[in-house]
Nanobody
């Protein structure tokens, strides 16, 4: 059974920091690209940051220089360090693991963790 479990969300004041973690089980974690997405009320889910199986990273423009994504394959974990948080970062944050192999897409989501940034 595949599980992605997020943790680390919460309430923080603007300018503060949070560290989200996503721990996977039931998959060959090192083969997967893992991303953090977020969805605010009334908005579509958007990609925040992603780390490839090879360790390459990519960020949406609004978080560049503030957020850092990293992975630890030994622990099946991907972290998202969020600094200088802004009220507009408020959303439910989701972890996603994706792997394409032999024309089949393996795509898994966590349950989400709430991040609220107060002004």
């Amino acid at each position: 059974q595949v599980q992605l479990v997020e943790s680390g969300g919460g309430l923080v004041q603007a300018g503060g920091s949070l560290r989200l973690s996503c721990t996977a089980s039931g998959i060959a974690f090192s083969r997967y690209a893992v991303g953090w997405y977020r969805q605010a009320p009334g908005n579509q889910r958007e990609l925040v940051a992603i780390v490839s199986s090879g360790g390459d990273t990519r960020y949406t423009d609004s978080v560049k220089g503030r957020f850092t994504i990293s992975r630890d394959n030994a622990k099946n974990t991907v972290a998202l360090q969020m600094n200088s948080l802004k009220p507009e970062d408020t959303a439910v944050y989701y972890c996603n693991a994706k792997y394409d192999y032999l024309n089949r897409a393996y795509d898994y989501w966590g349950q989400g963790t709430q991040v609220t940034v107060s002004s």
